[in-house]
C-alpha cells in the first residue's frame, strides 16, 4: 500500500463504521452540518465512536457553527479532532484553540478558491489543510466532482502544513491522483458509497486493491 494515510468522510451508521474500519483506514468523518444530507444525531454519533476500533480516529464535521456548538458536541463525545468547512477566520480558529489546546483543526478549503497565501494564514491556528471539491452556494463536500489536481499539486507542494486531498476520489482515480498531487493524506466520501450516506463494501475492497497495486 502507498504510504498514506485514510480517511473516509460521511459515516451515517455503526454497520458503515464497523465495515469500513475492517480496512486498513486512519480516520472517520462524523456530519454536523445542518444542510449535509449525511448529517447525524448526537445520539448517533456516540454510538459509532463506541463500536470503533481505537486507532480510528473519529473526526467531527461543521460548517460555521457557533464555538460553544463544536464545544459542546467534543465535550460530549470526548472527541479532539474537527474539520471545518465553512467561511471560519482565522480568529474562530484561534478561539477554538483557546477553549481546547490539545483539539486538533482542519481547515477545509474549495480548491478552485483556495491560495497558498490564504491557507498560511491559518498555519498558527489549525494543524493541517484539506482541499475539495465542494461548493459554497451548493454542497460542502461529497459531491463525486473531482477537485483541480494541479492547484492542489501547487499547494501541497508549498504549504506549511499537512494537505488532506478530498474531492471525486473514488477506486478509479485514487492512484492517480496520489501520484499527481502527492497529498499526506486522502479523503474519501462518495466514491465509496452506493447511494448518498451507504457506503459499499464492494467499493471500499477495490480502493483497497487500487491503492496495494
Same mark, same amino acid.
Request: charged share 25%; aromatic share 8%; net charge positive.
Given at each position: 500500500?502507498?504510504?498514506?494515510?485514510?480517511?473516509?468522510?460521511?459515516?451515517?451508521?455503526?454497520?458503515?463504521?464497523?465495515?469500513?474500519?475492517?480496512?486498513?483506514?486512519?480516520?472517520?468523518?462524523?456530519?454536523?452540518?445542518?444542510?449535509?444530507?449525511?448529517?447525524?444525531?448526537?445520539?448517533?454519533?456516540? *454510538?459509532?465512536?463506541?463500536?470503533?476500533?481505537? &486507532?480510528?480516529?473519529?473526526? &467531527?464535521?461543521?460548517?460555521?457553527?457557533?464555538?460553544?456548538?463544536?464545544?459542546?458536541?467534543?465535550?460530549?463525545?470526548?472527541?479532539?479532532?474537527?474539520?471545518?468547512?465553512?467561511?471560519?477566520?482565522?480568529?474562530?480558529?484561534?478561539?477554538?484553540?483557546?477553549?481546547?489546546?490539545? &483539539?486538533?483543526?482542519?481547515?477545509?478549503?474549495?480548491?478552485?478558491?483556495?491560495?497558498?497565501?490564504?491557507?498560511?494564514?491559518?498555519?498558527?491556528?489549525?494543524?493541517?489543510?484539506?482541499?475539495?471539491?465542494?461548493?459554497?452556494?451548493?454542497?460542502?463536500?461529497?459531491?463525486?466532482?473531482?477537485?483541480?489536481?494541479?492547484?492542489?499539486? *501547487?499547494?501541497?507542494?508549498?504549504?506549511?502544513?499537512?494537505?488532506?486531498?478530498?474531492?471525486? &476520489?473514488?477506486?478509479?482515480?485514487?492512484?492517480?491522483?496520489?501520484?499527481?498531487?502527492?497529498?499526506?493524506?486522502?479523503?474519501?466520501?462518495?466514491?465509496? *458509497?452506493?447511494?448518498?450516506?451507504?457506503?459499499?463494501?464492494?467499493?471500499? *475492497?477495490?480502493?483497497?486493491?487500487?491503492?496495494?497495486?
Amino acid at each position: 500500500m502507498q504510504n498514506i494515510r485514510i480517511k473516509i468522510c460521511g459515516i451515517t451508521s455503526v454497520y458503515d463504521a464497523r465495515m469500513v474500519s475492517s480496512f486498513p483506514i486512519h480516520a472517520i468523518g462524523l456530519n454536523f452540518v445542518k444542510r449535509s444530507k449525511r448529517r447525524i444525531s448526537l445520539k448517533t454519533a456516540k *454510538e459509532i465512536i463506541d463500536k470503533l476500533p481505537p &486507532l480510528v480516529r473519529p473526526i &467531527l464535521i461543521f460548517e460555521d457553527e457557533k464555538i460553544s456548538k463544536v464545544m459542546y458536541l467534543c465535550d460530549s463525545l470526548s472527541i479532539h479532532s474537527v474539520q471545518l468547512h465553512g467561511k471560519e477566520p482565522v480568529s474562530y480558529c484561534h478561539d477554538l484553540k483557546r477553549f481546547n489546546k490539545s &483539539l486538533k483543526i482542519i481547515k477545509a478549503f474549495p480548491t478552485k478558491e483556495a491560495s497558498i497565501s490564504q491557507l498560511n494564514a491559518y498555519k498558527r491556528v489549525c494543524d493541517s489543510f484539506l482541499l475539495d471539491s465542494f461548493d459554497r452556494k451548493d454542497q460542502m463536500g461529497g459531491t463525486g466532482k473531482p477537485s483541480d489536481w494541479s492547484v492542489a499539486q *501547487e499547494i501541497v507542494s508549498k504549504s506549511r502544513l499537512p494537505v488532506i486531498l478530498a474531492g471525486g &476520489l473514488n477506486p478509479y482515480n485514487i492512484n492517480s491522483a496520489i501520484k499527481r498531487v502527492k497529498p499526506y493524506a486522502i479523503d474519501v466520501n462518495s466514491g465509496v *458509497e452506493s447511494r448518498v450516506g451507504k457506503k459499499d463494501k464492494s467499493l471500499m *475492497e477495490k480502493l483497497f486493491e487500487e491503492l496495494q497495486s
